[in-house]
């Protein structure tokens, strides 16, 4: 057995120091279970109390190589040593970073420009459709969530992540997504509207000005629920896009670098973008993302006009070049993909026997649980949510806290080198814990 709870949740260490983060740390985190984290392994959690985990969250979709690949961390270590930050004074490790970009992605994707956050590489590929194209506008979908900074949070589709904060910025259009398990037209996947681009066309009908730079949205709505779209709306997407000369993001900052069974999710789906955002697994555990994208456009920002100061740091691009390193040779994305199958035949099954899982959806490594009150109803059952990822956390699976419109989806999204055993172990909790509601 590997996960080994032997305290109450939380143990007294925890106890203390949840106590001390309440007495001084904001409280605008989101509310995880009351377990802290002291070193994790390969796909393995140990807490301060010494309980180990199964990490069903590789931190929020990060740590794709496993937490503390040996590499990876010589690799830190080494370059700590060496020099941790140049700002824009070029460096090897950059250079490198961005060279191996371009030679994994598609020719057409050129340049590779290195920052620090998801939300910033959001922000300057916007910035780039924009000063690119000299439009203003930016297409976006109901449900999407592209990060918190204001042009992220106005890209966004979801209001939890923009109530209270004012207003966001201007020239952003957002259309419907289709999510077929609880349609928002109410149609049936053969005549949906949301399945085909009249959505996008009444939005230059309607609310455009006529000015539209670039359209944005994820392969699969990551924050609203793991939502997938049909197969072939992306490429729908991206033609309508191309024929308008709308510049096309797709932001993979959760999916990419192996999560979904392939290295970029867009792989699977017979379209390159224009420009894709990158972020969590590129690091795979250091702050780093990127833009990758055509140099037509990447090209049309002058010298000195955007920059950061931490982007590109050698610390986290040559911790980011290890890990993709590690990614590849150990064929990760295909790991994702051979587990993907196994965890997809067990939640099925689950799904068959409670009368509670409504709806299992992922692929490779990523996958969300809607759990409901009633099959038929579909009334959301965030309360069975939380109950799950409680009852689990105490038989030492780690899960993150709900997602989805209603709290009410759990989220799995184990490392991708996790063991077979370990995987198997922590769907056996999971198991036991949604039986038993
Ligand atoms: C699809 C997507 N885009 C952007 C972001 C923002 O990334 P960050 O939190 O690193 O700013 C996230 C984070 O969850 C994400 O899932």
Known sequence: MIANVRTEIPGPRSQEILEMSRQFEPRCMSEQVPVVWDHAN?????????????????????????????????????????????YDFVTPWRAK??????????????????????????????????????????ISFHGGFHGRTFGAMA????????????????????APFPYC?????????????????????????????????????????????????????????FDWCQERDIVFILDEVQSSFGRTGSLFAFEQEGFVPNLVCLGKGIGSGVPISAV?????????????????????????????????????????AGRARTLGSLVQSRLESLAA??????????????????????????????QHARAVIDAACKQGLMMIAPIGYHGNVLRLAPPLVIEDECLEEGLDILERAILSL
């Not at 780039?128 to 506008?137: F, N, S, V």
């Not at 709806?359 to 809607?370: A, H, K, P, Q």
């Open 181 to 237: 398990y609880r349609c928002p037209v109410g149609a049936e996947p053969a005549n949906c509207p949301l399945h085909t681009t009249q959505p996008l066309d009444t939005l230059l009908d309607t609310v455009s000005c006529g000015d539209v730079a670039a359209l944005i949205t994820e392969p699969y709505q990551g924050g609203s629920g793991s939502i997938i779209p049909p197969p072939g709306w992306l490429k729908m997407v």
């Open 292 to 332: 990758v994208g055509e140099s037509r456009l990447m090209d049309a920002l002058e010298p000195g006009s955007l920059s950061s100061t931490c982007g590109g740091n050698p610390l986290c691009s040559r911790a980011a070049l290890t890990a993709i390193e590690i990614t590849l040779r150990e064929d990760l």
């Open 97 to 138: 970073l961005a060279k191996k970009l371009v030679e994994i992605t598609p020719p057409s994707l050129d340049r590779a420009f290195i920052l620090t956050t998801g939300a910033e590489a959001v922000e300057a590929a916007i910035k780039i459709a924009r000063k690119a194209t000299g439009r203003h506008e930016v």
């Open 353 to 382: 026997e409670s009368p509670y899982l409504g709806d299992v959806r992922g692929s490779g490594l990523v996958w969300g649980l809607e759990l409901v009150e009633c099959k038929k109803s579909k009334v959301p059952a965030p």
């Open 42 to 86: 390969g796909a393995v959690v140990t807490d301060v109390d010494g309980n180990t985990f199964i990490d069903f969250t590789s931190g929020v979709l990060v740590t794709n190589i496993g937490h503390s690949h040996p590499e990876h961390v010589a690799a830190v270590q080494a370059q700590a040593a060496e020099l941790m930050n140049s």
């Open 155 to 174: 890209a966004g589709g979801r209001t939890g992540v923009k109530r209270g904060f004012g207003p966001v910025l201007p020239g952003f259009l957002h």
